[in-house]
């Protein structure tokens, strides 16, 4: 640990400007970056923007967005380890390595794939409208830097792990491939039916006294999820009972993207939800839950569902129009089938974010151990 010495970022990076004046690289190439810490396809509408002025990232350059006030409590950068070079909005800050003799890309990486890093430049963000981590900032941290030795062997324990959640990952995909598949085999063999006829509507208040910790809310991503509502005082009386195997969603559209909120209690328990939801049921002889569950899952019946709202100062998809959606219905045997391998899918993608969060977790730990580690 003796060895170890303290460098300061800047020290170590140099940022780099290159633009793809050329027009070398296409749409195909432009990245957004995540808070999570990789690039992703860009969200931006890109019709007839020019890729002129947009920065390159090259394998092994990182980039990050100065940005921080409204991205929560982490900052979005990215590491290009990859093979893909990719372009980037001209308001994102470039830079490599520029000390291969003191440090390792990867290991510079894992330094800021920690939650200390986001605390860390959260606090030193400036600005009113909003606040900014400027390249100042960045360069202004000190690390302390173990041997090259001793980072290899933090790195190689990291790519090992980030291999396995590539492969998990890449398992993941064909298995969700597999399911849109059979989604879409089904929609050639079967005539498209109405759901309103196997479907309950159900608005069962809670007379029976459960208690705040029965209280779910729905995400976007059409899971239960605990409240966050202030619950102070609020009374519990109108809210509708959701029973398992029931289905509970927002009506309104207007504020949830492009998305539907709708979740399917997969539990044993019985929840509360607001009176503003719809809650509704199916009948199981004919029509299994988690089929449909994985038809809303699917991106097609978020855009049917936002197509279908109606209103002025809110758009709503009513219950007259979530009555009136088809659905392939095969037997109720294939239905359950298909529903068992999705349900293996959502079991392997819990996996996967579970592996995620892991692999950022334990970057604090390498580091603290390369650290304190002697050759």
Known sequence: MGLNKKY??????????????????????????STDKVF??????MDGVKLDSYKVVHRNHFAYVSDTSRRGDKIALAYNEGNNTFLISSIYTVF???????????YLFMFFNRLEFDRLARFNSWGSARETFSWEDLCAIEMEIPSLNTQKKAVDIYRAMKDNLETYESALEDLKLTCDGFIDDLKRKYVN?????YLHYSDKRNEEDLDLSHVRGLSIEKKLI?????????????????????FAYVPVTSRNGEKITIALNDSTDRYLVSSAY??????TDMLCPEYLMMLFNRPEFDRYARFHSWGSAR????????????????????????????????????????????????CPLLLRGATEATD
């Open 193 to 197: 039916t109405k759901l309103g006829r």
């Open 40 to 45: 992703i396809e860009t969200k931006a509408n």
């Open 96 to 106: 490599c390595v520029s000390r291969l003799d003191v440090i390792i890309p990867e």
């Open 278 to 283: 719809e809650v509704f049921g199916v009948d």
């Open 226 to 246: 605990p409240t966050k509502a202030n619950m102070q005082d609020v009374g519990l009386g109108k809210y509708k009972i959701l029973e398992p195997k029931q």
């Open 8 to 33: 300061r970022v800047g020290e170590l990076i140099r940022q780099i400007d290159e633009r793809n004046a050329n027009g070398e690289y296409g749409l195909d190439s432009v990245r957004g970056i």
């Open 315 to 362: 758009e709503t998809f009513d219950w007259a129009e979530m009555c009136d959606v088809k659905i392939p219905l095969p037997d109720i045997k294939i239905q359950r089938a298909i529903a068992d391998i999705y349900n293996c899918y959502i079991e392997r993608k819990r996996i996967v974010e579970e592996f995620r969060e892991q692999l950022k977790n334990i």
